[in-house]
């Protein structure tokens, strides 16, 4: 995959404009990328802190060449990536959690927004990724569940490089995804990641319900499975999904 990176100092989204570069025509690959966002935005519409400096915040193009019941996997796969660039590079024991989150002890120091839209070249896609590289500008409101690379390594987070080493990885195992029987290894790659992958109990927060259960794996497409406390197993596709901490 060839990268062109748009760089700003300052956007509302840099997702919103990836997306309105992809119905422009730009070619997968296309990143972009700032150093503060005015309007950031994470999964069901949350807000995303994002001050000047303190965050990577990264948006690539994408024109998959999957079959379309594949796509949420572009999330996993991102994630996976995600975590691997953090271990390598600053020795951090990451945890993805289901489906587009990345922990260490616990607290998030990474969401993950995959959006779609219809453009003249066909299905795009736009993966956002948001790291955080400071604490120091956290609201009180996040402080206890979020952290940073300085908070957990006690070094200042050298952002180009981060973006350099993540974008190597991106296209390593999207390059995997792309590959014959892709869905299945990058599946077993998530999987092998991710300690929510099987016997996680989880509370499952739908738009309708909430329920209990414990997790068995994910689906084809990336879905959780859940079984819950009565024998069932709940495919979950959307929604939030919390440890439940022993007491």
């Given at each position: 995959?060839?990268?062109?990176?748009?760089?700003?100092?300052?956007?509302?989204?840099?997702?919103?404009?990836?997306?309105?570069q992809a119905r422009r025509g730009a070619q997968?690959?296309?990143?972009?990328?700032?150093?503060?966002?005015?309007?950031?935005?994470?999964?069901?519409?949350?807000?995303?802190?994002?001050?000047?400096?303190a965050g990577l915040y990264f948006?690539?193009?994408?024109?998959?060449?999957?079959?379309?019941?594949?796509?949420?996997?572009?999330?996993l796969?991102?994630?996976?990536?995600?975590?691997?660039?953090l271990e390598e590079l600053y020795s951090l024991e990451c945890d993805i959690k289901?489906?587009?989150?990345?922990?260490?002890?616990?607290?998030?120091i990474c969401g993950i927004l995959?959006?779609?839209?219809?453009?003249?070249?066909?299905?795009?896609?736009?993966?956002?990724?948001?790291?955080?590289?400071?604490?120091t500008n956290f609201p009180p409101e996040i402080s206890e569940i979020a952290t940073s690379i300085e908070q957990e390594t006690s070094l200042a987070p050298d952002a180009e490089n981060l973006l350099?080493?993540?974008t190597k990885f991106f296209a390593y195992f999207y390059e995997i995804l792309s590959e014959e029987n892709g869905a299945a290894k990058i599946r077993d790659e998530w999987t092998k990641r991710s300690s929510y992958a099987f016997g996680k109990p989880v509370r499952v927060v739908l738009e309708n319900e909430t329920f209990h259960g414990t997790t068995r794996g994910i689906d084809v497409n990336g879905a959780l499975r859940v079984e819950t406390e009565t024998g069932e197993t709940r495919i979950v596709q959307a929604g939030d999904v919390t440890n439940l901490r022993a007491n």
């Open positions: 995959m060839n990268f062109t990176i748009l760089r700003f100092d300052s956007i509302d989204s840099t997702n919103t404009e990836a997306l309105n997968e690959g296309l990143c972009v990328t700032a150093r503060r966002q005015t309007a950031g935005r994470g999964r069901q519409g949350r807000a995303w802190i994002s001050p000047e400096n948006s690539i193009v994408l024109r998959p060449r999957i079959e379309m019941r594949f796509l949420p996997l572009i999330t796969m991102t994630a996976v990536a995600v975590h691997d660039t289901w489906a587009n989150d990345i922990h260490v002890r616990g607290k998030k995959a959006e779609t839209c219809e453009t003249d070249k066909g299905l795009a896609v736009v993966t956002g990724i948001g790291i955080n590289l400071k604490s350099e080493n993540l």
